[in-house]
């Protein structure tokens, strides 16, 4: 099951023990506050959880997918992303790692 913006809103309320228009007011303010600073270029770092960063893609030639013989020119962008932390990328290895075993 993916994890979308209502069940997130009703996760955060549980575990904090607040109301979800309260938990939902704190999700919005991250979110704007995090995609604030990168648009600023910024870096936005959460300790054992991970960076989000801006990195500049380069111009480069690809492949129109409406018609594979041509080739079209992607132009040069920013893209924004995410680097997990330790704390974060053991937790998912982990559970990979257990999901594997029980098949």
């Known amino acids: 099951m993916a994890l979308n913006k209502a069940l997130l809103v009703s996760e955060?309320?549980?575990?904090?023990?607040i109301r979800k228009y309260d938990a939902e007011?704190?999700?919005n303010a991250f979110v704007a506050?995090?995609?604030d600073e990168l648009a600023k270029g910024e870096r936005v770092r959460l300790i054992n959880f991970g960076t989000f960063s801006v990195i500049q893609k380069k111009e480069r030639m690809g492949v129109n997918p409406r018609d594979p013989k041509?080739?079209?020119?992607?132009?040069?962008?920013?893209v924004a992303k995410f680097k997990p932390g330790k704390l974060l990328a053991?937790?998912?290895?982990?559970n990979a790692s257990a999901k594997k075993k029980k098949k």
């Open 33 to 35: 506050t995090v995609t």
């Open 90 to 94: 053991t937790k998912v290895n982990t």
């Open 12 to 17: 955060v309320a549980k575990r904090a023990g």
């Open 25 to 27: 007011k704190a999700i």
């Open 70 to 78: 041509k080739k079209i020119k992607i132009p040069a962008r920013k």
